[in-house]
C-alpha cells in the first residue's frame, strides 16, 4: 500500500493542487500549487523545501565497517573522512551499475549510505562473516532538503552549528530547531543546500521549524516536478530513467557501467578488491562504446522547425523521461534519457546515451522533436555537463 | 590622421546596450574600451541600495523584452543571470473591490467573469490576437531594419521579403487588425472587445507606459502591442523580476563582457567625440584625456551623441534638424519605498500571491485620461497612475528579512513642469504618490521607512537620460523602424564615418533588451573590413 512520510501531516495541509506522486512506495507532492514553476524558481532564487524522505537509508556498523563498503561501493571507502561524504555507484560483477547513493562517515567505525533501491539484501550479503551490523534506517528517519541561495542563511536561523564551516559534502551533527539532526551539504538540485536528517516521529516539528525560520527568505515547499527540471540542469542521473538498474534489466545490453555513465572518476580500481572491479579494470582497457552527455537543441534550428507551422517553438513545462532518438546524419547513434527546458539557461536540454565516436563536446547530432504531430529533428551539439553550475553550489 | 588607435572600439555608456555592444565586439576578438560616466553602471538598468539593507530597482523594474538569445550567446546565466517570472496583475478598486489576472486562465476567467460575463469570455480570444499580431512584428524587431527608400538591392530584397511575409502569413483580418494597432488609440482599440471599465483600464496602461500620452491618443494601442512583444522562454506577454534588482542584468552582462576581455571604466565622463574629416577617430573625456580607436560606439541617446559630443559642424544640418525634432519629453517618474511591513488592500488579506504580481493603480480609463490631462498643462497628476511592484515579496534578499522594498513607476510627471522641477516639486509629487497609494492600502503611510523620489529631472542629472525620457526617445510610430532615430539611419550608422549608436534610441528601441545592443555590434562587426563609406 502506497503511504504518506513522516512529513505527510504537513506537506498534505499545503499540497493545494493535490497533485501526487509515487516515490518507492510513498506518496510525495508532484507539485503543491497547481503548476511547479514557482517551486522551480525557489530552488534557484530562494529556497525550497523537499520531503526526500523516501529514499533509502542504511546504516552500517562495526570493526568491519569499512572493510565491507568498500567491497561494495567503487569509490575508495577508506578515504573517506568521519562526517566526510561520498557520491558512489555500486555494481555487479560484471561491473554494471545496480544503484547510486551517498556514503557518509559518521565515525570510524559507522557509515550510513542512501540509495534510491531497496539495496539490504544485497548489503547483508556481501557482509557474510564480517564483524558489522547493518540496519535498514530507511522508515526511521526523515529527511528534507533545503536547497536554494538562501537555504543557508535560513538553517542558520534554527540550527546551532557553524554553517560556514561546512563544506560541500560534509556533514554535521547539531541540533536543528532544538531537534537531533544531521546536516549534510548535499542535494540533488546542484545549487547551494543541505539536508537535514531526523528522527521520523520528529519530522512535524522540523517542517513547521523550518517554514517558520524560511518565510522572511522567500521559502516554498517544493514538489519532485520541480526537482526534476534542476536535477538535469545539474546534469544529475536518475535511477530507472537515465539508466536501468542491472537488477531490473531484461538483457545486458540495457545495463551499463559507470564509465559508460560519466561515472568514470567514481571507480577506484586500484584501491584493492571490490565488486566487479576485474569487469571494469577490463572495460577501461578495452575502452568505451557508449557515453552518458549533455546534449544541447540548438534554439535556432527549433524556432525553425515551428516556424514552419507558424509557430513559436513549443517548449516542454515538465523534465521529460523518455527514450528519444539521436542521429548523425542519417545513422542512429543514441538516445536521449532526459530532457528539460532550462529556465535559466534559456536552453533546451538534454541527457543522453551515445556511441562513444560522437560523444566529444562540440559534436553536432541531431535529436528527435515532435513539432505538430511529425517527427522531425532538431540540431543539437554534445556539451559538457552539467549544464549549470553556480559557484555558490561549493562556496 | 597621424595618431595610433589605442583599441578596436570604444563604447560610450555602460547602459545594458552599451555593455551588451562591447561583449559582441569582444567575444569576436576586438578590443574594447567603455567609458561610462558615473561610478556605476547599468545605466537606467540599476540596482542601488540608497537607504541601508534596501535594495531598490533604481529605474527600471522589471524585465521582459530581454532577449533569449542574447542571454544563451554571453551566457548569462553562468554570469549570475536569474530571472523569475512575474505572473499576476492585481487592480485594487475603490470600494475594496479588484481584478487579478493569474497565471492560471480559468481563475483569470472567473475573476474577470464577475466584472462581465462578456469580456470573461473574449479575453483568451484577444491575447491569442495579440500574440498573433507580436510573431507578425517580431521578425522586425530581430532584424536591423531595411531602409524602403534606398536604392541599394539588398536593402530592397529584405524589404521584399518582409512584403512577402506579411502577405504570405498574415490573414486577412490580421492584417486590418495590425493596421488598427498601428494608428488606433488603446482605448478605442479595447472598446471595440472589451465593457469591463477596470480591465480596460489596466490592459490600456500598458499603452501609456512610457509615453507622454493619454489611453485616447492615436498610436497608444501599438505601444500596448509592443509590450505584448516581451517574452521569456518563448511565452509571449510575461514579464520577470531579476534576482538581485534590474541592476542584475548589467551585472551579468559586465561580467560577460569582463570574460571577453572588454575594459571597462567608470567614472570616465565622455565630452567629445574627435571627429576629423568627417571620420570619428576617438573621444575626449572630460578630464581632457584623449583615447583614440577605430570604431566610436554611443549608448547614450541620440540628443546627447549628436547635440552634444560631436560638435554640429561635422553633421549634415537635416540631420541635426531630425535629431531636434526627435520626440523624447519624459513624462514618468519614479517612487521607491523601504516598508516595515506589507501594504495591506483592502479587501484582501494581508499577505497573498496577489502581491507577488504586478498592482496596478489606475481603475478606469476616465482616470488615466485625467491623469493624462494634468500633464497636458505642465502639472504633474494629481492622481497618478501606478505601476507598482514589490521586489522584495518576490526576492526577499532585496531588503532585510520581513522588510521590503515597493517600486512604484509613475505616470504623469512631465519633464517641462510649470515652473519648473525643484525639491518642494519633488516631494509634493511623491506625496501625490503616496497619498493614491493609501486610498487603496491605507497602511502604507505608517509603513514607509524611506522614500526615493526621482522627477524626469532627476532621471536626466542621474542617469543621464535625456528629458528624463524613458526609452532614449518615445516609442511612437513616426521614430520607429526604420525611422529610429532619423530617417535613413536605422542601421546604426551616423553620418560619421566610424561612430555608430547602439542604445535604445536605435532600432528597436528602449526597454531592458540588448537588443539594439546585440545587433548594433553584429552590424559593426559585418562590415569591420569595409568601414562604412557613402
Ligand atoms: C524610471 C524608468 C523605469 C523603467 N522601467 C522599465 C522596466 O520596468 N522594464 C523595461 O524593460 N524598461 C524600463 N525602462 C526603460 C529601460 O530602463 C531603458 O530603455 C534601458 O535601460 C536603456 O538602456 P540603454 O543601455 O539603451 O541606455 P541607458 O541605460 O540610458 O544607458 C546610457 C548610459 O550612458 C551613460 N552616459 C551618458 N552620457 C555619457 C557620457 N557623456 N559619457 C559616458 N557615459 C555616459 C549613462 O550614465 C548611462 O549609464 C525604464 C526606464 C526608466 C527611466
Known amino acids: 500500500m502506497l503511504r504518506g512520510t513522516p512529513f505527510h501531516s504537513r506537506t498534505s495541509a499545503l499540497c493545494e493542487g493535490q497533485n501526487w506522486r509515487r516515490w518507492a512506495g510513498y506518496v510525495v507532492a508532484g507539485s503543491y500549487e497547481l503548476t511547479h514553476e514557482r517551486e522551480y524558481y525557489a530552488i534557484r532564487t530562494t529556497a525550497a523545501l523537499i520531503d526526500i524522505s523516501p529514499l533509502h537509508k542504511y546504516r552500517i556498523h562495526g570493526p568491519d565497517a569499512v572493510r565491507v563498503v568498500d567491497r561494495i561501493v567503487t569509490r575508495d571507502a577508506s578515504k573517506c573522512a568521519v562526517n566526510q561524504i561520498m557520491y558512489t555507484p555500486w555494481c555487479t560483477d560484471a561491473g554494471k551499475v545496480l544503484d547510486d547513493g551517498t556514503l557518509w562517515r559518521l565515525d570510524e567505525q559507522t557509515f550510513r549510505l542512501t540509495a534510491a533501491e531497496p539495496n539490504l539484501h544485497w548489503l547483508l550479503e556481501n557482509a557474510i562473516g564480517l564483524a558489522v551490523e547493518i540496519e535498514d534506517e530507511s522508515d526511521r528517519i526523515a529527511a528534507v532538503a533545503l536547497q536554494g541561495p538562501n537555504s543557508r ?6 540550527s546551532d552549528t557553524d554553517l560556514d564551516t561546512l563544506g560541500y559534502f560534509r556533514l554535521k551533527r547539531a ?53 526534476d527540471i534542476a536535477r538535469v540542469e545539474a546534469g544529475l542521473l536518475l535511477l530507472e530513467v537515465d539508466y536501468v538498474p542491472a537488477r531490473q534489466a531484461e538483457v545486458a545490453s540495457q545495463t551499463s557501467t559507470p564509465y559508460e555513465l560519466g561515472l568514470g572518476w567514481t571507480v577506484k580500481l586500484d584501491k584493492g578488491p571490490f565488486i566487479g572491479r576485474q569487469a571494469l579494470a577490463e572495460q577501461k582497457r578495452r575502452g568505451l562504446k557508449w557515453k552518458f552527455v549533455g546534449i544541447e537543441v540548438e534554439w535556432e534550428s527549433l524556432e525553425r522547425l515551428y516556424w514552419e507551422f507558424g509557430l513559436p517553438p513549443q517548449l516542454p513545462t515538465e523534465a521529460w523521461r523518455e527514450s528519444v532518438p539521436v542521429y548523425s546524419g542519417r545513422q542512429w547513434i543514441g538516445y536521449a534519457t532526459s530532457g528539460c527546458w532550462s529556465p535559466i539557461l534559456k536552453k533546451y536540454l538534454a541527457m543522453g546515451h551515445l556511441r562513444a565516436q560522437y560523444a566529444k563536446p562540440g559534436t553536432p547530432v541531431k535529436m528527435e522533436v515532435k513539432v505538430e504531430h511529425q517527427r522531425k529533428q532538431a540540431a543539437a551539439r554534445v556539451v559538457k555537463k552539467p549544464f549549470f553550475d553556480p559557484e555558490r553550489k561549493r562556496a | 590622421m597621424g595618431r595610433v588607435p589605442h583599441y578596436d572600439a570604444i563604447v560610450i555608456g555602460g547602459g545594458h546596450n552599451g555593455l551588451t555592444t562591447a561583449a559582441y565586439l569582444a567575444k569576436a576578438g576586438k578590443q574594447v574600451l567603455l567609458l561610462e560616466r558615473r561610478d556605476i553602471l547599468g545605466g537606467a538598468t540599476v540596482t542601488e541600495e540608497i537607504y541601508p539593507g534596501f535594495k531598490y530597482s533604481v529605474a527600471s ?82 532584424m536591423a531594419p531595411p531602409d524602403p527608400t534606398s536604392l541599394n538591392p539588398k536593402e530592397l530584397l529584405e524589404l521584399a521579403k518582409l512584403g512577402r511575409y506579411f502577405a504570405r502569413d498574415l490573414e486577412q483580418e490580421h492584417f486590418y487588425s495590425l493596421v488598427k494597432l498601428m494608428t488606433m488609440s488603446v482605448a478605442d482599440f479595447l472598446d471595440e472587445w472589451f465593457e469591463s471599465e477596470p480591465l480596460k483600464a489596466v490592459m490600456s496602461s500598458s499603452g501609456i507606459i512610457g509615453t507622454f500620452l493619454g489611453p485616447r491618443s492615436p498610436g497608444t494601442a501599438y505601444v500596448m502591442l509592443h509590450h505584448f512583444m516581451g517574452e521569456i522562454d518563448g511565452v509571449f506577454r510575461a514579464w520577470g523580476f531579476p534576482r538581485g534588482g534590474t541592476g542584475a ?131 504633474f497628476s494629481r492622481r497618478p497612475y501606478l505601476d ?56 502604507i503611510k505608517d509603513a514607509i521607512l524611506h522614500r526615493q523620489v526621482l522627477t524626469p529631472w532627476d532621471l536626466e542629472q542621474v542617469m543621464g537620460l535625456t528629458e528624463g525620457n524613458i526609452f532614449q526617445g518615445e516609442l511612437s510610430l513616426h521614430q520607429l523602424f526604420f525611422l529610429r532615430p532619423a530617417a535613413g539611419w536605422a542601421r546604426y550608422r551616423t553620418p560619421v564615418k566610424n561612430l555608430y549608436l547602439c542604445g535604445s534610441a536605435a532600432h528597436p528601441g528602449g526597454g531592458i533588451s540588448s537588443a539594439p545592443g546585440r545587433l548594433a555590434a553584429l552590424e559593426i562587426l559585418k562590415n569591420w573590413s569595409k568601414p562604412w563609406s557613402s
Open chain 2, 388 to 443: 507598482i511592484v514589490i521586489p522584495s515579496a518576490i526576492d526577499p534578499a532585496m531588503a532585510p528579512p520581513g522588510k521590503h522594498v515597493m517600486s512604484i513607476f509613475v505616470q504623469h510627471a512631465p519633464y517641462n513642469l510649470n515652473g519648473g522641477w525643484n525639491d518642494a516639486q519633488r516631494e509634493a509629487f511623491g506625496d501625490a504618490v503616496v497619498d493614491t497609494l493609501a486610498e487603496f492600502a491605507p497602511n
Open chain 2, 61 to 142: 523594474y522589471v524585465v521582459s523584452l530581454l532577449r533569449p538569445d542574447v542571454i544563451r550567446e554571453l551566457k548569462l546565466a553562468e554570469h549570475g543571470l536569474e530571472i523569475v517570472p512575474l505572473e499576476s496583475s492585481f487592480s485594487p478598486l475603490p470600494g475594496g473591490d479588484y481584478l487579478v489576472r493569474w497565471a492560471d486562465r480559468d481563475q483569470t476567467r472567473r475573476e474577470i467573469y464577475r466584472h462581465s460575463p462578456h469580456d470573461a469570455d473574449l479575453y483568451p480570444e484577444f491575447g491569442r490576437l495579440m500574440s498573433q499580431m507580436a510573431r507578425a512584428v517580431k521578425p522586425l524587431i530581430s
Open chain 2, 249 to 379: 542584468v548589467a551585472e551579468s552582462i559586465a561580467s560577460a563582457a569582463r570574460s571577453y576581455g572588454v575594459e571597462i571604466r567608470t567614472s570616465a565622463d565622455v565630452e567629445q567625440v574627435i571627429v576629423k574629416k568627417g571620420r570619428a577617430l576617438g573621444v575626449a573625456l572630460e578630464s581632457g584625456e584623449e583615447i583614440y580607436a577605430r570604431r566610436v560606439v554611443s549608448g547614450v541617446d541620440p540628443k546627447r551623441t549628436f547635440l552634444k559630443l560631436v560638435d554640429e559642424s561635422h553633421l549634415p544640418s537635416d540631420f541635426v534638424e531630425d535629431i531636434r525634432r526627435f520626440r523624447i519629453q519624459g513624462s514618468s517618474g519614479k517612487v521607491n519605498l523601504a516598508l516595515s511591513e506589507l501594504p495591506h488592500f483592502t479587501g484582501l488579506p494581508a499577505d497573498g500571491p496577489h502581491l507577488r504580481g504586478f498592482i496596478s493603480v489606475g481603475p478606469s480609463i476616465e482616470y488615466l485620461e485625467r491623469a493624462y490631462d494634468d500633464a497636458k498643462y505642465g502639472a
Open chain 1, 175 to 227: 541540533a536543528v530547531a532544538d531537534l537531533p539532526a544531521i546536516i549534510t551539504r548535499t542535494g540533488y538540485t546542484g545549487d547551494l543546500g543541505y539536508e537535514i536528517w531526523v528522527e521520523a516521529d520528529q519530522a512535524g516539528r522540523l517542517w513547521d521549524a523550518l517554514m517558520a525560520a524560511g518565510r522572511a527568505y522567500g521559502i516554498l515547499p517544493t514538489g519532485i516536478l520541480a526537482l
Open chain 1, 153 to 158: 542563511e535560513i538553517l542558520k536561523l534554527i
